[in-house]
């Protein structure tokens, strides 16, 4: 009788194991399914600073501080575009604009054939992305649409729009999601300018 509770006992624990073990493995499974739609990172916006970062957005959307080792990103303006207090670059556009490009020393300002283009406030400020949707943003990088919008002009250099097309949807989701979480920066962007030919 001892034996039978005692083999009876230990079935069961073998059941309770094998049950506690398969939920485990579930929740591990589980847990780096969502990872991986993350990119491995813990979180959507985690992943998105990441692309941020390695797809180099601070080089045109933050302005620079100068250091005797050149240009660093001033970091209280975190991807706010274009500073509007600055002043425009002072240079002969017509000659800039038909034999290349100049560029302001913040990397927020660039002339070239196509006119004037400024960095665009990327902060989630009502001057920057505050008021746009995930799908505008995602029709801004897929078809290189100002504001994100199907009737607007194309985005002007040197917003590599062509390139960062190819991104998944999870990655440009995640990039969104990042940028919802910056300081919001008012700060009102310029728009861009023609080139000196267009405006005669």
């Not at 992943?47 to 970091?75: F, R, S, Y």
């Not at 940028?179 to 728009?191: A, E, R, Y």
């Amino acid at each position: 009788m001892k034996l039978k509770k005692l083999l009876f006992l230990l079935v069961c624990f073998v059941i309770i194991s094998c049950s506690e073990t398969k939920k485990g493995e579930a929740v591990m499974e589980t847990t780096s399914i969502e990872k991986k739609d993350f990119g491995n990172f813990e979180s959507q916006e985690k992943w998105g600073e990441h692309l941020v970062t390695i797809l180099d957005c601070n080089a045109c959307h933050t302005p620079k501080k100068m250091t005797n080792q050149g240009p660093v990103h001033d970091e209280s303006l975190l991807l706010s575009g274009r500073p509007a207090e600055n002043p425009g670059i002072e240079i002969d556009r017509k000659e800039i604009e038909s034999k290349g490009l100049t560029v302001t020393g913040d990397l927020t300002e660039w002339i070239g054939p196509w006119g004037v283009s400024f960095a665009a406030n990327l902060t989630p400020d009502d001057t920057g992305l505050g008021n746009w949707t995930e799908d505008q943003f995602m029709l801004a990088i897929r078809e290189g649409k100002s504001k994100g919008l199907s009737g607007s002009r194309t985005l002007l250099p040197p917003m590599p729009w062509e390139m960062y097309r190819h991104m998944t949807d999870g990655e440009i989701k995640a990039v969104f999601a990042y940028l919802k979480t910056l300081k919001p920066i008012n700060n009102i962007v310029p728009p861009p300018i023609p080139p000196v030919t267009a405006e005669k």
